[in-house]
T-cell receptor, first 111, second 116 residues
C-alpha cells in the first residue's frame, strides 16, 4: 500500500535559520513526488514535482531533493512569510490515478 | 482565468440532510478530484474523474457520490449527512495524459462543512 510520512509534524524556526523537512514514502513504481504549500483557510498551492531519484528543483528559498525512499524540502534563510503547512504527495503505478498525501509539516518562522 | 471555484464556502447540515458541493474549473483540465481534509491530517481522496462521464472511487468514497457530465464541472453529493462527514472539502484539477498521469493539481479554496 502506498504511504507517505512527513516529519516533523511542526517546526519552529527563527528568521534566517535554515532547516529541512522530510517526506518518507513507500510506493510501487514512483510516477511523481509533489510538494505543496498550504496557508491557513486556503487550498494547497503547487511548489515542485520530482520524478526520479537524484532530481532537484529550486524556487527562491526552497529546494526539493529526491532519493529512492525520501524527499527533503530544504528551506534556506527562511522569512516569516514562509510560515505555512507543507504537504508531500506521491503517485505510483498501482492504485489508478490516486495521489497519496502526507499529513504535512507546519512551519512557523519567527521574525 | 478563475481557476478552480467551489461553492458554498461554508455550510452547516443537520444529520440526515443531503447537499451538493459544487466545483468548476476553466482551465480545460481533463482530471478532477475531490478530497477531504480533517484537522492535522493530510488530504484524503474521495472520488476522481479522468474525463467527462468517467469517475472512480478514491480512498474514502463511502457516503458520497459524484458525476461528471461536462469537462468543467464535478459536483460532489452527500446523501444522509453524518457527523463523520464534518470536514473541509477541496476540489482540484489537473491536465494529465497516459504518459504523464501525475501532474500538478490546482486546488479550489475549499468548502467547510459541519454536520450537527
Amino acid at each position: 500500500e502506498d504511504q507517505v510520512t512527513q516529519s516533523p509534524e511542526a517546526l519552529r524556526l527563527q528568521e534566517g535559520e535554515s532547516s529541512s523537512l522530510n517526506c518518507s514514502y513507500t510506493v510501487s513504481g514512483l510516477r511523481g513526488l509533489f510538494w505543496y504549500r498550504q496557508d491557513p483557510g486556503k487550498g494547497p498551492e503547487f511548489l515542485f514535482t520530482l520524478y526520479s531519484a537524484g532530481e532537484e528543483k529550486e524556487k527562491e528559498r526552497l529546494k526539493a531533493t529526491l532519493t529512492k525512499k525520501e524527499s527533503f524540502l530544504h528551506i534556506t534563510a527562511p522569512k516569516p512569510e514562509d510560515s505555512a503547512t507543507y504537504l508531500c504527495a506521491v503517485g505510483g503505478d498501482t492504485g489508478g490515478f490516486k495521489t497519496i498525501f502526507g499529513a504535512g509539516t507546519r512551519l512557523f518562522v519567527k521574525a | 482565468n478563475a481557476g478552480v471555484t467551489q461553492t458554498p464556502k461554508f455550510r452547516i447540515l443537520k444529520i440526515g440532510q443531503s447537499m451538493t458541493l459544487q466545483c468548476a474549473q476553466d482551465m480545460n483540465h481533463n482530471y478532477m478530484y475531490w478530497y477531504r481534509q480533517d484537522p492535522g491530517m493530510g488530504l484524503k481522496l474521495i472520488y476522481y474523474s479522468v474525463g467527462a462521464g468517467i469517475t472512480d472511487k478514491g480512498e474514502v468514497p463511502n457516503g458520497y457520490n459524484v458525476s461528471r457530465s461536462t469537462t468543467e464541472d464535478f459536483p460532489l453529493r452527500l446523501e444522509l449527512a453524518a457527523p463523520s462527514q464534518t470536514s473541509v472539502y477541496f476540489c482540484a484539477s489537473s491536465y494529465s495524459t497516459a504518459r504523464k498521469a501525475y501532474n500538478e493539481q490546482f486546488f479550489g479554496p475549499g468548502t467547510r462543512l459541519t454536520v450537527l
